[in-house]
């Protein structure tokens, strides 16, 4: 299932895989809503074949940690290797234990809310200078006041 809207004025692109449809359908509805460009599928080699055919840079890809055939970690080792800068999120239900993943490659447990993975997404592909120090912001703020 390919979810893909025109890239407005600079946005993020996301490669979003989840193998259970109404995840796929809501998780891409929220984020195309947020303004990102959503490549979304099914499947793992389903997003390598979207990744490929893709012209534009990806700047995030979004998996389901545990898909069947090509899992969450397969995938993201793929599209690595021809975005080596390529942010990843990884998503699934996780109870504990320990999980160790590559430099630049995240995971988010299930359930999560909205504003947790906007959130993370935003940290994720903002550049670092383009966020607000917190010190800074509360510098300005009591300037402001006083």
């Keep these: 299932m ?3 809207h025109p890239v407005q004025g ?3 692109t996301i490669l979003f895989a989840d193998n259970i449809p109404s995840v796929l359908y809501d998780v891409s509805a929220f984020l195309v809503k947020g ?3 959503v490549l979304s599928a099914r499947t793992g080699e389903d ?3 979207q990744m490929n055919d893709y012209k534009e840079e990806i700047h995030l890809l979004l998996a389901a940690f545990d898909m069947p055939e090509m899992n969450g970690l397969g995938l993201a080792a793929q599209v690595s290797l021809k975005w080596p800068d390529v942010k ?3 998503m699934c239900e996780f109870n504990g234990g320990t999980l160790i993943l590559n430099e630049g490659w995240h995971f988010l447990p299930n359930p999560f809310v909205e504003s947790q993975l906007s959130a993370l997404i935003l940290t994720l ?3 670092a200078n383009a966020i607000p120090r917190y010190k800074e ?3 300005n703020s009591v300037a ?3």
């Design 144 to 146: 402001a006041v006083a």
């Design 47 to 49: 997003a390598i074949r």
């Design 125 to 127: 592909i903002t550049p």
């Design 137 to 139: 912001a509360i510098a």
């Design 88 to 90: 990843v999120l990884l």
């Design 10 to 12: 600079g946005h993020k």
């Design 35 to 37: 303004g990102y460009h």
């Design 2 to 4: 390919e979810n893909s």
